[in-house]
């Protein structure tokens, strides 16, 4: 099993920055990949971006320039965050984490609401 658990969402104006994070714990040495995916009212969950656990990425084309993903390894624990520059009111959503195991095994984080507004 993993556990997801995120931080990092909030309001803030256009142009602004944050950044989200995601820690995986439990067995973390499952996972294959880790990503990001944004839910905005009504709507799909979509991909935002996500990462190998051999670095290889992958972004929306709606993202790409403004988001960074990266993640770090530290003992048991595997952390994925998300560098959002430039926001847009049109990236205003709830933001999930998510973790693919080996096996195929999703799991995904509760969500961290993130709004862009003036």
């Known amino acids: 099993q993993v556990q997801l658990v995120e931080s990092g969402g909030g309001l803030v104006q256009p142009g602004e920055s944050l950044r989200l994070s995601c820690a995986a714990s439990?067995?973390?040495?499952?996972?294959?990949?880790m990503g990001w995916y944004l839910q905005a009212p009504g709507q799909q969950r979509e991909l935002v971006a996500d990462?190998?656990?051999?670095?290889?990425?992958?972004?929306a084309d709606s993202v790409k320039g403004r988001f960074t993903i990266s993640l770090s390894r530290d003992n048991a624990k595997k952390t994925v965050y998300l560098q959002m520059n430039s926001l847009r009111p049109e990236d205003t959503a709830v933001y999930y984490c998510?973790?693919?195991?080996?096996?195929?095994?999703?799991?995904w984080g509760q969500g961290t609401q993130v709004t862009v507004s003036s």
């Open positions: 998510n973790a693919r195991s080996f096996y195929s095994t999703i799991y």
């Open positions: 990462i190998t656990s051999g670095g290889t990425i992958n972004y």
């Open positions: 439990g067995n973390t040495a499952s996972i294959y990949i």
